[in-house]
């Protein structure tokens, strides 16, 4: 339970200070082949401070809360940057410094399960693909929650609360193909706590039904023709494109340390079709999965448009690379855990919706592939990108095909855009990823399906 104010604490900043108090409780039930093999409930919480003085920062935290422990921090935080401006030059960074007030509080009202009745939720799962499906190899259910709650107060008067959730449900079904095993997974789930977005197992069934017929048609698959192929990305593919290739690359501290996009700005970089955008908290009225009014410096989150008709816009900022670049503070500072300093995070990133359906993309393609789902995958500071493709189909003569078995995809993701020549009406989200920079920390991806050009591996 955190404290439910930290102003008290206010007449001990001398220079620019953070104060944060967060705590994370995480959830994590695994079960394999029925069998439950995690089971575990953790919380890390604790007490942070930042402080800003003479162009050198100075941070310290701790895991106690009380009062005598806030002022210890505090003090260790000042002597630290102390200690670092002793030793460096400072860079003398001024700040735009604007005070805001921001709660946002997702915790249900609904009574909350135990971990007993959670176990319980996932083997009535578990039983319906054993009895559903009894030819598979293996099965496996696992179910994850995180809670995060923070409370931040500046030094300029910023303070916001907020208690962001997400539940999700993994499944993953394997069966033994022609030359091996053959595996597939899905995720369900979302923002909210896991009262809030799964009523029944039942209303999952579907889900594992669909997840089996894709399983089957690619137990029977084929494998791809490596090399540079037509191909129609599905959006969660996408999103990772946007996300892992081109995202991190605009991201500015990412920027300042030689990333190719740092030469880009307001140049052409894709197709006049693509508008990229790094969404605060909401999308056409709707909260997306990670909603941030305010993040981990005190400055009000706002969108962020990375890409606009194909030109780059504008990079991801924190207080300090938006000083030094001269543009707007838009919200980009994030942190984990209470241990952790904020750095430049996305948030929600995504193409935005074109005026193409998903079914006249594929027909417009004689010969490639509709790619679903993505794996495991790396991408760096060139844009240069490399992701598995678990589940994907052929596409012939503008008709979906057979499955394919399990392949790759990789290219340059600033050439890849320039080749995207139809995008999908639709938007979609996925609330399942965690990305890592240093620290992991949870993001919204997603957008349309789009079509283009890419390099495929073959067997």
């Known amino acids: 339970m955190l404290p439910s104010s930290l102003k008290e604490f206010a007449g001990h900043f001398t220079d620019y200070t953070e104060l944060r108090v967060q705590e994370n409780r995480n959830t994590q039930i695994t079960l394999l082949n029925g069998d439950v093999t995690n089971n575990t409930k953790s919380s890390s919480s604790g007490i942070s401070a930042r402080v800003y003085h003479q162009g050198l920062w100075g941070f310290s935290s701790s895991p106690e809360w009380s009062s005598d422990s806030v002022k210890a921090v505090l003090k260790s935080a000042v002597h630290n940057a102390e200690f670092m401006a002793s030793r460096g030059q400072g860079r003398g960074f001024s700040f735009e410094l604007k005070s805001a007030n921001k709660r946002l509080d997702l915790t249900t009202k609904k009574p909350r399960l135990t971990q007993k009745e959670l176990i319980d939720f996932c083997k009535i799962l578990d039983d319906y693909i054993l009895k559903t499906y009894p030819g598979l190899q293996s099965r496996s259910v696992v179910l994850a929650n995180l809670d995060m709650e923070k409370r931040l107060l500046t030094s300029f008067g910023s303070e916001s609360y907020s208690m962001i959730p997400r539940a999700n449900i993994f499944i993953r079904l394997s069966t033994e193909g022609s030359d091996g095993p053959c595996e597939l997974y899905n995720f369900c789930g979302g923002l909210g706590q896991f009262e809030d977005i799964f009523s029944t197992p039942e209303a999952i069934y579907p889900e594992i039904d669909k997840l089996h017929e894709h399983l089957m048609n690619k137990k029977q698959g084929v494998y791809a023709q490596a090399g540079e192929q037509t191909v129609v990305l599905d959006s969660d593919l996408a999103g990772i494109l946007a996300h892992e290739a081109i995202g991190h690359t605009t991201e500015a501290d990412i920027v300042l340390g030689g990333s190719v996009a740092a030469e880009m700005l307001h140049k052409q970089v894709s197709s006049p079709l693509v508008t990229l955008v790094d969404f605060a908290h909401s999308y056409e009225g709707k909260t997306l999965p990670v909603p941030v009014y305010m993040d981990d410096e005190g400055t009000s989150a706002e969108d962020t448009v990375i890409i606009e008709n194909g030109i780059l816009k504008s990079f991801m900022h924190n207080k300090e690379s938006a000083q030094h670049f001269g543009h707007k503070g838009t919200g980009h500072a994030r942190a984990y ?116 050009k890419l390099n495929i591996g073959g067997r």
Request: proline fraction near 5%.
């Open 337 to 452: 855990q209470f241990s952790d300093e904020p750095l430049i995070r996305m948030r929600n990133t995504a193409i935005l919706p074109g005026t193409s359906k998903l079914e006249q993309m594929i027909a417009s393609v004689e010969d490639g592939y509709y790619l679903v789902k993505p794996s495991n995958g790396q991408a760096d500071s060139t844009s240069e990108f490399m992701f598995g493709v678990p589940l994907g189909y052929q596409i012939k003569n503008g008709k979906l095909g057979k499955a394919i078995k399990d392949t790759t995809i990789s290219g340059v993701a600033f050439d890849v855009l320039k080749t995207i020549d139809m995008i999908s009406d639709k938007m979609s989200w996925g609330n399942a990823g965690m990305c890592g920079k240093k620290q992991i920390i949870p993001v919204g991806m997603g957008g349309p399906a789009i079509k283009c």
